[in-house]
């Protein structure tokens, strides 16, 4: 699929940043942001925690595509993001390659560039993958606020 292939954008937090789904799968996704301003700090650089959301919903989202028929979720456990380069304008362009697909985790690199190509952000995301039932059995018995 090619960047100018038919996005699909995603609601919430993900919709809020502006994330495009370019290709979901459960060993590679694609995706892209469009730099605006709301999304820089105050140096005019995209702020990084949009980078570290990216990789994660980049990565949760192809996980629960290779597990979800399993009855199972997928939630990021851990999230480790280096910045290379800035990016200013333009879009963010977003590729997750899964590199070990547990039982309990996946662990994925997500590399992230500019318009002309050049690796700016590199990301290490490991995805938990719990049954579903047993989340939901879990989450019922805790009290309110009491959940960390």
Known sequence: MS?????????????????????IGDEQARARVRVRGELKQAMGLVHGGVYAAIAESLASIATAVGVSAEGKLATGLSNQTSF?????????????????????????????????????????????????????EGSSSRSPGLDR
Do not use: Q
């Open 3 to 23: 960047d100018s292939a038919p996005a699909t954008s995603l609601p919430g937090f993900d919709g809020l940043y502006g994330l495009e789904i370019l290709e």
């Open 84 to 136: 290379l380069r800035p990016i200013t304008e333009g879009s963010i362009h977003a590729t997750a390659i899964r590199k070990h697909r547990g039982r309990t985790t996946w662990v994925w690199e997500v590399e992230m560039s500019d318009d002309r190509g050049r690796l700016c952000v590199l990301t290490r995301m490991t995805i938990a993958v719990r049954d579903r039932e047993r989340e939901r």
